[in-house]
Protein backbone atom coordinates (compact mmCIF):
# COMPACT_ATOMS: atom_id res chain seq x y z
CA UNK A 1 0.00 0.00 0.00
CA UNK A 2 1.46 3.39 -0.93
CA UNK A 3 0.15 6.53 0.95
CA UNK A 4 0.48 10.08 -0.24
CA UNK A 5 0.45 13.28 1.42
CA UNK A 6 -0.39 16.11 -0.25
CA UNK A 7 0.23 20.17 1.18
CA UNK A 8 0.62 23.45 -0.58
CA UNK A 9 -2.78 24.15 -1.18
CA UNK A 10 -4.78 27.59 0.00
CA UNK A 11 -6.25 30.36 -0.84
CA UNK A 12 -4.26 33.20 -3.35
CA UNK A 13 -4.78 36.25 -5.16
CA UNK A 14 -4.96 35.85 -8.88
CA UNK A 15 -1.39 36.33 -10.52
CA UNK A 16 -0.16 34.64 -7.35
CA UNK A 17 1.70 31.56 -6.97
CA UNK A 18 1.30 28.34 -4.89
CA UNK A 19 3.71 25.38 -4.69
CA UNK A 20 2.46 21.89 -4.14
CA UNK A 21 3.94 19.11 -2.70
CA UNK A 22 3.55 14.90 -2.66
CA UNK A 23 5.16 13.23 -0.27
CA UNK A 24 4.99 9.29 0.25
CA UNK A 25 6.33 8.31 3.56
CA UNK A 26 7.39 4.95 4.18
CA UNK A 27 7.82 3.78 0.88
CA UNK A 28 11.05 1.69 0.40
CA UNK A 29 10.90 1.67 -3.88
CA UNK A 30 11.25 4.08 -6.35
CA UNK A 31 8.73 5.13 -8.15
CA UNK A 32 8.30 5.82 -12.04
CA UNK A 33 6.20 8.21 -13.03
CA UNK A 34 4.34 10.87 -10.52
CA UNK A 35 1.46 13.30 -11.36
CA UNK A 36 -1.17 15.70 -10.49
CA UNK A 37 -4.76 16.06 -11.34
CA UNK A 38 -7.14 18.39 -10.16
CA UNK A 39 -10.86 18.17 -10.11
CA UNK A 40 -13.15 21.44 -10.63
CA UNK A 41 -16.35 22.28 -9.55
CA UNK A 42 -19.12 19.82 -11.11
CA UNK A 43 -16.23 18.85 -14.16
CA UNK A 44 -14.15 15.38 -14.08
CA UNK A 45 -10.93 14.85 -12.93
CA UNK A 46 -8.55 16.51 -15.29
CA UNK A 47 -4.55 15.67 -16.00
CA UNK A 48 -2.78 18.79 -14.49
CA UNK A 49 0.75 17.24 -14.90
CA UNK A 50 3.58 14.05 -15.39
CA UNK A 51 6.59 13.36 -14.72
CA UNK A 52 8.61 10.17 -15.55
CA UNK A 53 11.26 8.42 -13.89
CA UNK A 54 13.82 9.86 -16.68
CA UNK A 55 12.24 13.43 -15.88
CA UNK A 56 10.23 13.65 -19.24
CA UNK A 57 7.05 16.16 -18.61
CA UNK A 58 3.43 16.56 -19.53
CA UNK A 59 0.91 19.38 -19.42
CA UNK A 60 -2.31 19.86 -19.79
CA UNK A 61 -3.10 22.05 -21.63
CA UNK A 62 -4.95 25.39 -19.50
CA UNK A 63 -1.70 25.24 -17.73
CA UNK A 64 1.41 25.06 -19.97
CA UNK A 65 3.89 27.62 -19.81
CA UNK A 66 2.43 28.64 -16.10
CA UNK A 67 2.78 25.11 -13.86
CA UNK A 68 5.83 23.36 -13.51
CA UNK A 69 6.26 19.94 -12.37
CA UNK A 70 9.55 18.72 -11.01
CA UNK A 71 10.40 15.84 -8.53
CA UNK A 72 13.10 14.64 -5.93
CA UNK A 73 13.24 10.96 -7.25
CA UNK A 74 15.34 9.64 -4.51
CA UNK A 75 12.52 11.11 -1.99
CA UNK A 76 9.66 10.05 -3.89
CA UNK A 77 8.39 13.80 -3.64
CA UNK A 78 6.63 15.68 -6.71
CA UNK A 79 6.28 19.33 -7.16
CA UNK A 80 3.84 21.34 -8.94
CA UNK A 81 4.62 25.33 -9.11
CA UNK A 82 2.23 27.04 -10.21
CA UNK A 83 2.77 30.66 -11.31
CA UNK A 84 0.20 33.17 -12.74
CA UNK A 85 -2.56 31.69 -11.21
CA UNK A 86 -6.38 32.45 -12.51
CA UNK A 87 -9.75 32.02 -10.85
CA UNK A 88 -10.21 28.80 -12.96
CA UNK A 89 -7.51 27.34 -11.21
CA UNK A 90 -9.33 26.87 -8.89
CA UNK A 91 -10.05 23.04 -7.65
CA UNK A 92 -9.03 20.52 -5.59
CA UNK A 93 -5.46 18.74 -6.73
CA UNK A 94 -4.49 15.41 -6.03
CA UNK A 95 -1.39 13.42 -6.70
CA UNK A 96 -1.38 10.30 -8.44
CA UNK A 97 1.51 7.56 -8.32
CA UNK A 98 0.61 4.48 -11.14
CA UNK A 99 2.40 1.54 -9.64
CA UNK A 100 1.77 -0.81 -12.72
CA UNK A 101 -0.54 -0.51 -15.92
CA UNK A 102 -3.89 -1.68 -13.25
CA UNK A 103 -2.96 -0.09 -10.32
CA UNK A 104 -2.64 3.45 -8.97
CA UNK A 105 -2.94 5.54 -5.79
CA UNK A 106 -4.05 9.01 -5.02
CA UNK A 107 -3.43 11.66 -2.73
CA UNK A 108 -6.43 13.16 -0.69
CA UNK A 109 -5.86 16.06 -2.17
CA UNK A 110 -5.53 19.79 -1.11
CA UNK A 111 -7.57 22.59 -2.29
CA UNK A 112 -6.55 25.57 -4.18
CA UNK A 113 -8.56 28.44 -4.50
CA UNK A 114 -7.57 31.57 -6.69
CA UNK A 115 -9.93 34.53 -6.01
CA UNK A 116 -10.10 37.29 -8.87
Known amino acids: QVRLVESGGGLVQAGGSLRLSCSAP????????MGWYRQRAGKERELVAL???????KYGDSVKGRFTISRDGAKNIVYLQMNSLKPEDTAVYYC??????????WGQGTQVTVSS
Open 26 to 33: GTTFRFDS
Open 51 to 57: ISGRGET
Open 96 to 105: NVPVSVIRDF
